[in-house]
């Protein structure tokens, strides 16, 4: 066997002996005296003098088999004592104690496969282990892996536990529950202090004294019980009760206890012969690496271990021949790895310079490689690495960091060398470990243990701002104590950030060996070692979602993420630096052709244009046209029909197979969650193993007989060629368009890399990023609270000492805790939201414009482009703007502006892109347009975009609402006309000024910013033909008659469950649902204001066939609006009055001053003609009410025509009453307005004449009739069957297709009937 990770190799029989004295300058062969010199310096007991020549007994490789034994022999009794491990008295079971999967359980748990780490599953689960105890002291250890709910402790095989009581919760059970502080026994009482996340827990039994009690990381939390039941039948076992998604690891003694505690003993006994010979062979080992042969002088040279070099001479490779032939057994052992072997690295890691120690962990790994036998090593690296990840995790937060730097130096020592680090790669990292730990830096949950007041002695906390920027930030003048206090703290964030930053960078150390692609001598290199993992990796994670137990945690991914883009930028602009015609990653972006040759797994995320089998088959002439892709029509057949019955299974029968057997109690092994085992491949991987693609490249033409058939091959099944490609294979990018250029952008591997990194951001890395700002939250919150108890402190009468005490009191908790908070923030900050982090997700956004343009660039072929990339540009841009403010602003970056406007582009063209299908990108697509509209800074970028995209934006959202997310529309269009409507300068409505919002930073409440560039867009659209106006005036008054009436009934509903004597409550949703609908009804008016007000002809010119009808149905609508709001004591009144939760939005003020806006426009600031039209329409309306009108005033009556308006009444609702919100102007043209209706109803009063009923429509009984359908000859007036005719061509009555309509007139029917007769 080879070792190539010192660049020598040596086979195990290359060595022998000879007696030649002249080969000794040559071999390394020495004379018998050096070799006993050698061979006792080396084998000399660690316990014992070293004997002096003359009387100690000459040594050669003859005899050394029988030294050996010798040196490792152990007592007799102590052999005894570990073979019959069973027998000790006072412990009944299995000398290996593991928890019992097979019986001893309730509930449902998932149990790791070595049965020693458990996860809750359901309620409240319980197990205990397979051992248990009567007699002796005994101790073992949990590892607390999540700090919620549990008890931990011992119980009796008669406990009965369910899902509601567990261990603590009986008779002859007893816990300690460090969530809620408190020991258990049947009752409970305080006892203890809180455990955390990484907390070791003791659980230590004393049967001789009958007393029981617990340790928290080795300190003593005292006695918790006492007069334990004991004598016969009387046994404990350790158990534990833990609730839904709580881990823990225990620790019964096949590990070496973290805090042993003298006098117990370890459940299961430690291998105590093993582990002298072990560390006897050790020291041997280590003068092995501290001594070198010189046989040309005859004597040893003492060197430093990181100078020993291993040269090839005989009697120091048999020596360490003898040494790991005892050695390699008991490497094997997961005590022994982490007793002696990991406590030797870790020692070595200690003792010197990075370079010192990675010279002789190299050295180690080599002669393990070369001595043992290959199962022998694979078994100790997977032990030493599972070891040091879980030292790696659960190590306390010290300031310094020092033992996460210890054990990271240690980590990459070991993946420096190549053969280890394949085989870690291939089969450990990311099968059998949560790999993905070490990038990641938790959060110290204890301040105080984590050396926080030593970085940060003094803290501050800013004032609460918007993350939109600067230009929104709120001025607030510091006192120079406030600035000395942050500038204290800003210099000890920066101390913590230094530290952190140490770690982050042998994070990224480790990720750079992993994507070496250097090291292919005689195998793969390890970037597509990882490439292979990492792509299984992605797509566990993207199945399992929503599963919580199979997902990789968020927290690990965000860390995961910006290691992986540090390392996978220096490897795209090292591959720059040696190939200029390569583009630097500033640049970067995965060309289209990535995602529809088939190169690249996604397995069953959504495409853009739906399905991946139905997009091939659509769309396979433009492949083959664009592409030069040609797919096997057998083959397509084929792996749709094999979609087809795989879409009728419910679920893979392989993934629900376990669970069901948990749930019935089965004695299956529970599952490891998903991402540590090997789950098989999903469907879209199934199909793109069997279809046969035919590939034309367009450099060399192929004649028909030389065509290529390539097949697609899965993660697993690809090479480095697969991936790169070579002189006439393009590889990953197979099926250039020819829209994209010649010259490569990087190495393919790194493009894949980049791919999965965008990936793992849509999975969970955004979720996480805005989970982590409530930290922030919650400091502002304590803020205000501390300022508002200052401020009643400054205002109590100093007689009231009772009130001062209670407020000093407070004033102290909430300083107290935001201290605590103010030192976790910074870590916070320098973790999640640090400057670097920010420029990561400004890169990945980067990246995915890029990509959306050049996909954008294919045409149809645009559809085979994965959702989440479109997700990952939406998500990463609300991230920026929102969770990195306030201490970063966005507009701090690089191309700031011109990111924005490329942003904007992109959702303009796209949310209304026909080739894309799914609904839910549609609406995210919708929903980021909305909100972008509501910041200055990107709707200037809207602006900026070139004029003919505007326009087409404008013309989507102008179109029909039917069949679309008009609400989304609606507000768009609402945004763009806010600040420029009547009334509509406000922020927040004025009632609701005093509370509290809940997030300031929401779109709605962002200060009016309107755009006049796109009003003028709107208007020149409505302007532009007969169809786009009627049709979509058409569509917003159809939906507010339907918003409104729904808003109507609801509040029916509402209002009568109010009046029921019986105490009942509201559906929250029913109330969220009424407040939406009120919401919209008001933005669908403020709409029509903004029509009216652009293009006023489109109702006020009646030489336009669809004016007169359009002008009617709004005065009816609008009737309708004002007298169900402004009746008297009506149950709008009663509704607002209620005040309920949910309906904070509902009030007269908003709705109001909505349709007073379209009133002043059509009634006041028209033309004559215009005026004259509206008020005849308003007034022949049968709902038209004058007082409704007044009540805008406050007045309850009409006033008499040609006085002055009486004052308003002060209890009633009046404009005149909101003058921070309405101009003297606006009050002026209402009264205007109103003297004008009043002067015109009574002049209609008297010249109306009385209509028969029979001569009214009978439709709508308000207008006469003065239309007739043909063929079928019914009658309705001529605004009933305009509108109709605008939604349906069927006759009211009869049903019958109205072929036209004409006019009626009574007395020329009667005419021509008479004549005709």
């Known amino acids: 066997m080879a070792s190539k990770g010192a660049g020598m190799a040596f086979s195990r029989k290359s060595y022998g002996l000879t007696s030649d004295a002249e080969k000794s300058r040559v071999t390394g062969i020495v004379h018998e005296k050096l070799l006993d010199d050698y061979l006792h310096r080396i084998f000399s007991s660690t316990g014992r003098a070293p004997m002096a020549a003359t009387s100690r007994k000459l040594l050669n490789f003859q005899n050394l088999p029988e ?59 319980t197990i205990r282990s397979t051992t248990c105890v009567y007699k002796g002291k005994w101790v073992y250890e949990v590892l607390i892996s999540s700090q919620g709910l ?77 007069n334990l039941s004991r004598g016969l039948g009387m046994a404990y076992f350790p158990a534990i009760s833990l609730s839904f998604k709580e881990s823990v690891a225990f620790n019964f003694g096949s590990r070496p206890l973290r805090y042993p505690v003298v006098g117990y003993r370890p459940l299961q006994d430690p291998p105590s012969a093993d582990l002298v010979r072990a560390q006897e062979l050790l020291g041997c080992f280590q003068a092995v690496l501290s001594v070198e042969l010189d046989p040309v002088q005859g004597r040893l040279v003492e060197k430093e271990s990181s100078e020993w070099q291993l040269q090839g001479q005989p009697t120091v490779l048999l020596t360490l021949a003898h040494i790991f032939h005892r050695f390699a057994p008991l490497l094997r052992k997961v005590y022994l790895v982490e007793a002696v072997l990991m406590s030797f690295l870790l020692g070595v890691v200690e003792a010197g310079t990075p370079a010192q120690a990675q010279s002789v962990v190299h050295q180690v790994l080599d002669l393990l490689w070369l001595f043992m036998e290959d199962y022998e090593v694979q078994d100790c690296l997977k032990q030493l690495m599972m070891s040091l990840l879980r030292l790696y995790r659960f190590s306390p937060i010290v300031p310094d960091l020092a033992l996460q730097i210890r054990y990271l130096r240690l980590t990459i020592a070991i993946l420096s060398h190549e053969k280890s680090r394949k085989f870690l790669l291939s089969h450990v990292l990311f099968d059998v470990l949560r790999s993905v730990v070490f990038f990641y830096i938790k959060s110290p949950l204890r301040v105080e243990e984590a050396g926080l007041q030593e970085l940060i002695p003094t803290t501050w906390w800013p004032h609460r701002s918007s993350r939109e920027g600067k230009e929104s930030k709120e001025v607030k003048d510091e006192t120079s104590e406030e600035r000395l206090r942050r500038r204290a703290y800003e210099r000890g964030c920066q101390r913590l950030k230094k530290r952190i930053e140490v770690v982050e960078e042998l994070q990224v150390q480790i990720l750079k060996l992993l994507l070496n692609n250097q090291d292919d001598n005689g195998g793969e290199a ?101 592409a030069n892709i040609l797919i096997d029509p057998l083959e397509l057949q084929a792996a749709t029909m094999d979609d087809l019955d795989e879409d009728e299974e419910p679920a893979p029968a392989a993934a629900q197979r376990p669970m069901q057997a948990l749930a019935m109690g089965g004695a299956l092994p529970l599952p490891r969650p998903s991402w540590l085992s090997s789950p098989t491949l999903g469907r879209a991987n199934r199909f793109l193993s069997t279809a046969a693609v035919s590939l034309m490249t367009p450099r060399r033409p192929l004649s028909t007989s030389e065509k290529v058939k390539v097949r697609t091959l899965s993660a697993e099944q690809r090479t480095r060629e697969d991936i790169e490609g070579s002189q006439w294979n393009e590889g990953l990018l197979v099926g250039r368009p020819p829209e994209e250029p010649e010259q490569p952008l990087t190495e393919n591997s790194l493009l894949e890399v980049l791919d999965g990194a965008i990936m793992m951001y849509n ?95 294919t045409g149809p072929l645009f559809a085979f482009m994965p959702e989440f990339y479109l997700s990952v540009a939406i998500n990463s841009y609300s ?58 800074n990107s709707l200037r970028a809207v602006e900026r975009i070139p004029e003919e995209q505007r326009i087409a934006m404008v013309r989507s959202l102008l179109a029909p609402y039917e069949q679309r997310p008009w609400a989304q529309t609606n507000w768009i269009l609402v945004r763009l006309w806010r600040g420029c409507g009547f009334g509509y300068r406000y922020t927040r409505l004025p009632h609701l000024l005093k509370t509290k919002p809940e997030d300031a930073n929401l779109p709605s409440l962002q200060k009016p910013c309107p755009s006049t560039l796109l009003q003028q867009h709107m208007a020149d659209l409505l302007r532009e ?293």
């Open 526 to 626: 390890s970037r597509y070692i990882f490439l292979t993992k990492f792509r299984k990796f992605l797509q566990e994670n993207a199945s399992s979602r929503g599963n919580m137990p199979m997902l990789c945690p968020p927290e690990y991914m965000v860390c995961f993420l910006h290691r992986l883009i540090s390392a996978l930028r220096y490897y795209w602009d090292e591959y720059k630096a040696s190939n200029p015609r390569a583009t630097f990653s500033e640049e970067a972006y995965i060309p289209p052709q990535v995602f529809y040759n088939g190169k690249v797994d996604y397995f069953d995320l959504q495409r853009l244009g739906g399905l991946l089998s139905h997009l091939r088959k659509t769309l396979k002439d433009d492949l083959a046209s664009k």
């Open 67 to 125: 030294h050996l034994d010798q040196l490792l022999h152990v007592d007799e009794e102590a052999e005894e004592e570990e073979e019959s491990q069973g027998q000790v008295e006072g412990r009944l079971g299995p000398s290996t104690v593991v928890l019992d999967h097979t019986g001893g359980f309730e509930g449902l748990l998932l149990v790791d496969d070595d049965l020693l780490g458990v996860i809750g599953h359901s309620n409240f689960g």
């Open 1025 to 1317: 033909g007969p169809d786009v106006a009627p049709s979509f005036l058409n569509s917003v008054l159809n939906q507010l008659n339907w918003a409104f009436s729904e808003f109507i009934g609801m509040i029916q509903e509402i209002q009568q469950a109010a009046e029921r004597l019986e105490r009942n409550f509201v559906d929250s949703r029913q109330l969220k649902v009424c407040a939406t609908c009120f919401d919209l009804s008001v933005s669908l008016l403020r709409v029509l204001e903004m029509t009216i007000t652009l293009v006023p002809e489109i109702f006020l010119d009646w030489a336009q066939p669809t004016s007169e009808m359009l002008l009617r149905r709004l005065a009816q609508l609008l009737n309708q609006v004002l007298n169900r709001v402004t009746a008297e004591r009506n149950l709008f009144d009663r509704v607002v009055t209620l005040r309920l939760p949910g309906l904070e939005s509902v009030d007269h003020y908003p709705i109001l001053v909505a349709v007073t806006g379209i009133l002043v426009r059509l009634l006041v600031h028209g033309p004559a003609s215009g005026t004259e039209r509206a008020t005849s329409v308003l007034l022949a309306d049968p709902c038209f009410q004058l007082r409704s009108i007044c009540y805008l005033l406050g007045q309850p009556e009409p006033p008499t025509p040609g006085t002055a308006l009486p004052a308003p009444d002060q209890k009633r609702f009046s404009l005149q009453s909101y003058t921070d919100y309405i101009s003297v102007e606006e009050l002026a043209q209402v009264e205007q307005m109103l003297a004008h209706l009043t002067s015109a109803s009574a002049q209609a009063a008297a010249a109306s004449l009385p209509t028969s009923e029979e001569d009214l429509c009978p439709i709508c009984y308000a207008h006469p009739i003065s239309a007739v359908f043909q063929p079928c000859g019914h009658k309705s007036c001529k605004a009933c069957i305009n509108q109709h005719l605008m939604n349906n061509k069927d006759c009211f009555f009869c049903k019958a297709t109205i072929v036209s309509v004409e006019d009626w007139d009574k007395a020329a029917s009667a005419s021509a009937t008479s004549s005709a007769a």
């Open 763 to 857: 999975l969970s890395v955004h979720q996480q990023l805005g989970k982590m700002v409530g930290v922030s939250d919650d400091v502002n919150e304590y803020a205000m609270a501390l300022r508002d108890t200052e401020d009643k402190l400054r205002r109590c009468p100093k007689r009231r000492k009772d009130i001062l005490a209670e407020l000093t009191k407070s004033q102290k908790v909430f300083s107290e805790k935001l201290d605590h908070l103010s030192r976790r923030l910074a870590w916070v900050h320098a973790t999640v939201y640090s400057q670097e982090k920010m420029q990561d997700i400004y890169w990945l956004l980067r990246v995915c414009l890029r990509t959306i343009e050049h996909g954008d660039r």
């Open 879 to 936: 991230a920026l703007k929102n969770y990195f403010g306030p201490v970063h602003s966005m507009e701090e970056l690089p191309g700031y502006e011109e990111t924005l406007t490329r942003l904007a582009a992109i959702l303009a063209k796209h949310f209304a892109d026909t080739r894309i299908v799914g609904t839910d990108i549609r609406d995210s697509l919708m929903q980021a347009l909305a909100s972008y509209v509501c910041y200055p």
């Open 150 to 226: 549990m008890q931990i402790g011992w119980c009796t095989i008669n406990c009965r536990f369910n899902q509601e009581e567990g261990v603590g919760d009986t008779h002859n059970s007893y816990a300690y529950d460090g969530n809620r502080v408190r020991k258990w026994n049947v009752t409970t009482t305080n006892y203890g202090k809180a455990w955390a996340a990484g907390d070791i827990v003791s659980c230590l039994i004393d049967l001789d004294e009958g007393t029981l009690s617990f340790c928290l990381n080795g300190v003593s939390l005292g006695t918790a019980f006492e």
